[in-house]
């Protein structure tokens, strides 16, 4: 993002588009950077405009992630691609047991996309990083033309640090091991997927998506032993638990009735034929910690806002076969399999 100041009539944010010029590297592209991108995630390292972001981090080892956002559609209940990027990045970092510090963010645009959305999504990215604490310090901006791609795609790069001493991993749950959740499973996928099927509910469906940073510092203050952290995003509950069962090499036996699901995403899910252990979530994490921490993290995480509905959901078993199973609310069990096939498309 390293450009001089345009010396051109304002950017018109109300009534624009985007257009090749805007990612041709001359005056157009310069402004929308300066107008739009500068003005909104305004700080220090970002206005010094070097093509690379210098930052400072404190003692401790770095912790480096990046995702991509492709969500369909872009603006969704209780969110949009903007924040949704954010949270992400911002949660895989946390999820390292890390506090996150800097983001990068890479805009891929299509011609013809309303500079009034672009602004609206810009904006929030602005407030979200704001919210979890971060800054992002460094992006780039391609454009490509009309029918190539879906209005926009966001790419954002996470840095953080993660305290020496501490080391979460998804290869370190052992048996005996508690499963907490930090709250209602499956909104996000079920708030798209609702918004795409044009569907209406009693009781509106917000994603939940949010960054777990502030709760995750708590948590591990509480917790530092703490043995794995996850976000449960495409895939969902079971299809986290899986990848963490072979990664440790242990079994997981989940408790049905425990299952925090509310009845409206219940109910969606009966209507749209899913299940919603495997509906993606942007805003919850999976804890596995010693047994004998289990209550504790438990009081700390329903004593935040952002886990408010957490609860003890299952534990850790010994299993070379690394099967993850439910004891349901009919006294059976039930093979809580890996996801076959893609049960959400365009979810994040």
């Known amino acids: ?25 001359g005056r157009a592209m310069a402004q929308l950077i300066q107008d739009l991108f500068f003005e909104t995630f305004d700080n220090d390292v970002l206005n010094r405009e070097h093509d690379a972001a210098m930052v400072q981090l404190p003692p401790g080892r770095v912790v480096m992630s990046t995702d991509s956002f492709v969500i369909s559609p872009l603006f ?31 805009f891929i645009l299509e011609e013809g996309f309303p500079l ?20 992002i310090v460094t992006g780039d901006t391609k454009v490509v033309e009309r029918g190539h791609g879906d209005g926009i795609y966001i790419n954002t ?6 305290p020496d001493g501490v080391d979460v991993c998804g290869d370190q749950a052992k048996p005996g091991d508690k499963i907490l959740v930090n ?3 499956g909104d996000h996928g079920v708030a798209v997927m609702s918004k795409r099927e044009n569907l209406s509910f009693a009781t509106e469906i917000l994603s939940d998506s949010q960054s777990l940073c502030d709760l995750v510092e708590d948590m591990m203050k509480a917790v530092p032993d703490m043995r794995v952290l996850r976000d449960p995003t495409r895939g969902g509950l079971a299809a986290t638990l899986n990848e963490i069962a072979h990664q440790s090499g242990v079994g997981v036996e989940l408790f049905e009735k425990d299952l925090p699901i509310r009845a409206e995403v219940k109910s969606a899910c009966e209507l749209l034929g899913l299940d919603p252990l ?28 952002k886990g408010k509905d957490a609860a003890i959901v299952g534990e850790v078993l010994e299993d070379s076969r690394c099967f993850v199973r439910m004891k349901t609310g009919l006294g059976g069990t039930r093979m809580v399999d890996w996801l076959a096939g893609e049960q959400l498309p365009r979810i994040c």
Request: hydrophobic share 45%; glycine share 12%; proline share 5%.
């Open 278 to 305: 495997y509906v993606a979530n942007e805003g919850k994490l999976i804890a596995i910690c010693p047994a004998d921490k289990a209550d504790d993290l438990l009081a700390v995480m329903q004593a935040h806002p």
């Open 183 to 185: 709250g209602t499973l």
């Open 76 to 106: 969704f209940p209780g969110g949009n691609i903007g924040s949704l990027a954010v949270h992400g990045t911002v949660n895989d970092v946390s999820m390292a047991g890390a506090k996150p510090y800097y983001l990068t963010a890479g």
């Open 1 to 25: 993002m390293n450009m001089n100041k345009p010396k051109s009539r304002p950017l018109d944010i109300k009534n624009g588009r985007v257009d090749m010029s805007h990612g041709a590297g």
């Open 157 to 162: 790069a996470g840095i953080g640090v993660v």
């Open 116 to 135: 009034s959305d672009l602004a609206q999504i810009v904006k929030s990215m602005a407030e979200a990083a704001k919210e979890a604490g971060v800054a």
